[in-house]
């Protein structure tokens, strides 16, 4: 079965082709710079150069096209025509408290998601987008939706609601929802098979950390609670984000410095985090170059950055009762070998003893970076939320043929 994932922003779509017999990835690529006339599609077939075109596309149903006539090009197509896509996966960052699973495309499910669109104004919106655009190209091909929240639908009670008038909660479902979800469900999978030991046995903590940045208590194999919220603004120090703060910091700010709700949601979302305190950057390497180099900002930076990751493991360590290991993935957490010693060196006293050689090494393969003797493992296991994806519309698919 052939499964095509996408995933489409307001002006960007990227895309993946899965042949799902052996779930090798038949090329990938995405289209940059939608509702411009000098539009970007990159195509990158399996064992074949690149391509890249520049042309005028102006909407998703036009950059959906595109990338068909590409999979199915003579020279640079994997596909010999659209009728070999059996079904289409996409990316939707809320599901809100409808959507525990994945699931297939229905008008229903379609009016739900337009519903949540208040939940999440940025992304929702043109994850619909997507969604039309294939409607409009393949009408007849099936269609899967996967949802970064889905995963944190197990959290209890006590972790995903606030402590504010439950009216908030029944009349608007103001909770923690948490994301990032098909990474924090996929690494801990891996991570269990890196173990060697079952996943309904472990107590893990995986940290997501790349521009944007979560951790979650994985407890038995479900999401026990999460570091976003309501929004991906909550919990950690990310790229440009400020994470956990007062929130009287926000009328205190508005007040003394005259900013609209718009001003400060910018500045929280935009203008904070590493980029805010290091002055430099949100980028780990610029941070960490710096740094070595003697930046005094970019030693600050980096330190608020590790300790408040470290906080929340021990957090959820004490929260779960116990702890097994620690599982870094996505930008930062694959490929920075200085914040993952930050964060081990720092927690020796749960029995996390680094490995520096093993943390050293340059991986596309789940590892460990712990020693053998460790009482509780760290590992890096890369994150693939695009394979998880495919395997849940493939999934459907099949049950919806049978």
């Known amino acids: 079965m052939i499964i095509l994932v996408m995933n489409a922003g307001s002006s960007s779509l990227k895309y ?3 042949n799902m017999e052996e779930e090798a990835v038949l090329a ?3 289209v940059e710079r939608i509702g411009m006339d000098a539009s970007i599609l990159v195509h990158e077939p399996a064992g074949r150069p690149e391509v890249n075109e520049v042309s005028e596309i102006l909407d998703h149903n036009t950059a959906v096209r595109r990338l068909i006539d590409m999979l199915t090009h003579k020279e640079h197509g994997v596909l010999l025509s659209m009728k070999e ?5 996409h990316r939707v960052v809320h599901g809100g408290e409808s959507f525990k699973e994945s699931t297939l495309v229905t008008e229903d499910v379609k009016k739900e998601i337009r519903r949540l669109f208040d939940l999440a104004p940025l992304h929702n919106p043109p994850a619909m987008m997507g969604i039309a655009a294939v409607e409009y190209n393949l009408p007849s091909v099936p269609q899967a939706v996967v949802f970064d929240t889905a995963f944190h639908q197990s959290m209890p009670q006590e972790t995903f609601l606030y402590p504010i008038p439950m009216v908030l909660y029944r009349r608007h479902k103001i909770r923690r929802y948490g994301f990032h979800g098909t990474s924090h469900d996929y690494v801990s999978k891996a991570a269990a098979e890196t173990l060697g030991r079952p996943l309904e046995t472990l107590k ?4 997501h950390i790349g521009n944007g940045a979560s951790c979650a208590a ?9 570091s976003m919220g309501l929004t991906p603004l909550e919990g950690l120090m990310m790229g440009t984000r400020s994470g956990d703060l007062d929130p009287a910091i926000v009328p205190f700010t508005m007040n003394k410095e005259e900013l609209t709700l718009n001003e400060v949601n910018s500045m929280l979302n935009k203008h904070s985090g590493l980029l805010a305190i290091s002055g430099i950057g949100s980028d780990m390497r610029e941070i960490v ?3 070595e180099d003697g930046d005094k900002q970019a030693k600050l930076a980096f330190d608020m950055y590790t300790y408040r990751l470290r906080k929340y493991i021990g957090a959820y360590a004490a929260g779960m009762n116990g702890l097994d290991a620690v599982v870094f993935t996505a930008g ?5 070998a200085a914040v993952r010693k930050a964060v081990c060196e720092n927690l020796s006293f749960f029995g996390i003893e680094l490995d520096e050689a093993r943390n050293a090494v340059r991986s596309k393969e789940a590892r460990f970076i712990s020693t053998d003797a460790s009482r509780v493992k760290a590992l890096v296991v890369p994150t693939n939320e695009e394979l998880l994806i495919a395997r849940d519309t493939y999934r459907l698919a099949k049950q919806d043929k049978e």
């Not at 896509?85 to 996966?89: E, K, R």
């Not at 930062?332 to 920075?336: L, T």
């Open 28 to 30: 990938q690529g995405r």
């Open 16 to 18: 993946q082709l899965y």
């Open 204 to 207: 893990l903590v995986t940290c």
């Open 289 to 291: 170059e710096a740094m």
């Open 218 to 226: 994985i407890l038995h194999g479900k999401s026990y609670d999460t």
């Open 85 to 89: 896509i059996d079904a289409v996966g």
């Open 332 to 336: 930062v957490g694959e490929n920075s």
